[in-house]
């Protein structure tokens, strides 16, 4: 079997802030761990589209990021909304998630389009909604990360969200208790962080994901020292956690 899995990462240059590329790294270790390559293919404005994709990162950025990469991301939209429709895993967060929905309208009353992957839209604010949060989802349990965002998300009917937030004030859009959102294996977040060394359950979802569509099943082939350092790995996202859980917003 080839072991190969190619994984996009979009916008480095522009859309990489709060640690967003360290989910990146995460992705990468765990799956050489599992006994795959890795083909690490940073995408950024007018470069090659890469021959396959199998996993799809996207980070945040500011508003004059957004506005950066537009007029790039609608050149690619179709590409990446078949990849989507085909059940290709991506993790998008923060800028990269507004721009997923259907429109980002700025602060300024600039009304950015997005690619329509996931149905919700955003409205930018005075008001930010910042600091550690824990967010509640059935298929992860407790999700740990750090929000800092002006924009308002608002999903639309039947799209689901990734988690719930107790507190009022913090998630999508401090009001109606979502957090992120869910299409297909498309999944979307304002968690930074980086979000994913402290949430293995939802990297390694993603892995399965990712090998599944490209060889239809998830084998890992992990030798002694490989499981030693994925347990320390989660034994460090444990930590980590636990330290993020009890600090105040």
């Not at 802030?17 to 990146?24: A, E, R």
């Not at 992120?180 to 979307?188: K, L, Q, S, T, Y």
């Not at 490989?226 to 460090?236: H, V």
Request: negative net charge.
């Amino acid at each position: 079997m080839d072991r190969r899995i190619d994984v996009l990462s979009l916008y480095p240059k522009d859309m990489n802030i709060y640690g967003d590329s360290g989910n990146v790294l995460s992705i990468r270790r765990r799956l050489e761990l599992f006994g795959y390559h890795v083909q690490l293919h940073a995408y950024n404005q007018d470069d090659e589209w890469p021959e396959h994709v199998d996993l799809v990162l996207g980070g945040g950025g500011q508003d004059q990021g957004q506005r950066k990469i537009i007029r790039d991301l609608f050149k690619r939209a179709d590409a990446i909304r078949a990849l989507a429709n085909d059940g290709v895993p991506m993790l998008m967060i923060c800028g990269m998630y507004q721009l997923f929905g259907d429109y980002f309208e700025t602060i300024e009353g600039d009304r950015l389009p997005g690619i329509g992957i996931l149905g919700l839209h955003t409205i930018g604010q005075e008001e930010r909604l910042i600091g550690n949060l824990v967010e509640h989802s059935e298929e992860f349990g407790d999700i740990v990360g750090y929000e800092n965002h002006s924009g308002k998300t608002f999903l639309h009917e039947g799209t689901r969200p990734l988690g719930t937030v107790d507190n009022p004030g913090t998630g999508n859009n401090g009001s109606d208790g979502t957090e992120g959102a869910r299409m297909n294996h498309v999944i979307g977040t304002y968690m930074h962080g980086s979000l994913l060394p402290k949430n293995p359950e939802i990297t390694d979802f993603l892995i399965r994901a990712a090998c599944q569509h490209r060889y239809g099943e998830f084998a890992a082939q992990s030798d002694a020292s490989a499981l030693q350092e994925l347990k320390g790995l989660d034994d460090i996202a444990s930590k980590a956690r636990a330290v993020a859980m009890q600090r105040p917003r």
